[in-house]
């Protein structure tokens, strides 16, 4: 079956812009993940999402991320005002359910801010 | 905040030989994985170890956990050029969900 997709799979923007980014996890999975990866370093938890529960927003880095998700479905990862140093490949995953389960992540997107 | 950091940072084998690498982290957790990362792109899950689990098997990928040093070992035996990537650990910190990521180890295998 279809895995996780992400779009754009790149996206340069200028610096104080908003871009937005979307994620359509795979179906019939209830948890939904938002990381952020820097050029040469691990990946950042930023956001969670269970089912219809309240999502953790306890990684967001700023005031200027927000994402959204409708349902058990697509989700998008907002960026206001964007940085210089949001650049940086933004992965989405989602699971069967939350804890102790794989998380299957989709290819990415590449966000570059000039 | 990162709490897995893998060892060595990179390593470069030939095909055929085994390739070692140790992860290491800082509190508590429900269980420990493993993704390969392909290009700086998309991860590829290879293996999850539970923390009442010591050993697990995976095709040429075996995974020791050591809850009492807080570390983790993944061994890829007979390499291959195709398992050139950047290797990463992940715990989840006893959160359940969210995973903490380490900066990887970055495989190079030549032929």
């Known amino acids: ?114 | 905040s990162q709490q897995g950091e893998e060892d060595p940072q990179a390593l470069s084998i030939q095909e055929g030989e085994n390739a070692t690498m140790n992860c290491s982290y800082k509190t508590s957790i429900n269980n420990l994985q493993w993704y390969r990362q392909n290009s700086g792109r998309g991860l590829v899950h290879l293996i999850l170890i539970r923390s009442n689990e010591r050993e697990k098997h995976s095709g040429r990928l075996r995974v020791t956990l050591d809850t009492s040093k807080k570390s983790s070992s993944l061994l890829i035996t007979a390499s291959r050029a195709a398992d050139t990537a950047s290797y990463f650990c992940a715990t989840d910190g006893g959160s359940g969900y969210a995973l903490n990521f380490g900066k990887g180890t970055s495989l190079l295998v030549t032929p």
């Open chain 1, 1 to 114: 079956g279809a895995g996780v997709s992400q779009s754009p799979s790149n996206k340069v923007t200028e610096k104080g812009k908003d871009v937005e980014l979307r994620c359509d996890p795979i179906s019939g999975h209830t948890a939904l993940y938002w990381y952020r990866q820097r050029l040469g370093q691990g990946l950042e938890f930023l956001i969670y999402f269970q089912g219809n529960s309240a999502p953790d927003k306890s990684g967001l880095p700023s005031d200027r991320f927000s994402a959204e998700r409708t349902g058990e479905s697509v989700s998008t990862l907002t960026i206001q005002r964007t940085q210089q140093e949001d650049s940086a490949v933004y992965l989405c995953a989602s699971s069967l359910a939350e804890g102790q389960e794989t998380q299957y992540f989709g290819p990415g997107t590449r966000l570059l801010v000039l």
